[in-house]
């Protein structure tokens, strides 16, 4: 009888404990999948540039063991500078920007440029090179094209112009020390647009 009372209570003792582990670990599993909010980039942001409400937005995602290198919902970005290019899509890396405002090198503008002269595939988030191109006049020698400005940013790009073969409106993001230099090459001949990569 005792025998059969230290079996049953055996019994009851290795169930309870086998329940015990699955429901640990039940815990765990769902506590390791929990969904997190974490800001993610809505469309391409230059180097050295503010970041703005418009440009994150959150999302939510399981990142495990890697969370630490990302910026969740519960701290704001918005303000903060860009310490490198950041693409659409990608969620917002904690050492990818920072508060330092000596950091925020580029400054946006928009030029005119004919839309022959903008590669068909071009699209924001690239980066170009900028040329100065003189087309020869009555007669005279051809000058070489110019090398303007290299590694610059799309910001923008509208190709209204596109259907009647005229101007396009492309806004790039370039240091701002550069800037008079390429309104510089504005003011004559036409700026040639080459596409960095493709």
Not at 39 to 55: H, K, M, N, S, Y
Not at 124 to 133: A, E, H, K, R, T
Not at 189 to 197: F, M, S, Y
Request: charged share 15%; hydrophobic share 45%; proline share 3%.
């Amino acid at each position: 009888m005792v025998q059969k009372r230290n079996s049953h209570t055996r019994l009851i003792l290795a169930t309870t404990l086998c329940g015990a582990t699955l429901l640990a670990s039940f815990a765990m599993s769902v506590a390791a999948n929990q969904k997190e909010k974490y800001w993610v980039v809505l469309r391409p942001i230059a180097a050295g540039t503010q970041i703005e409400a418009a440009d994150l937005g959150l999302e939510s995602v399981v990142l495990g063991s890697s969370e630490g290198n990302y910026l969740p919902a519960a701290l704001n970005p918005i303000g903060s500078i860009t310490r490198r290019a950041l693409s659409s899509g990608e969620l917002l890396e904690g050492n990818s920007i920072t508060d330092d405002s000596s950091a925020m090198v580029n400054r946006q503008i928009s030029i005119s440029v004919r839309s022959v002269d903008i590669p068909a595939g071009l699209t924001v988030g690239d980066m170009i090179s900028i040329y100065q191109l003189h087309d020869a006049k009555n007669g005279q020698a051809a000058l070489a094209p110019e090398f303007v400005q290299g590694g610059v940013f799309v910001s923008a790009l509208d190709r209204k112009g596109n259907n009647f073969g005229g101007e396009a409106a492309l806004t790039v993001s370039i240091n701002r020390e550069s800037i008079s230099e390429l309104l510089n090459a504005t003011t004559s001949g036409r700026l040639v647009i080459v596409r960095a990569h493709g």
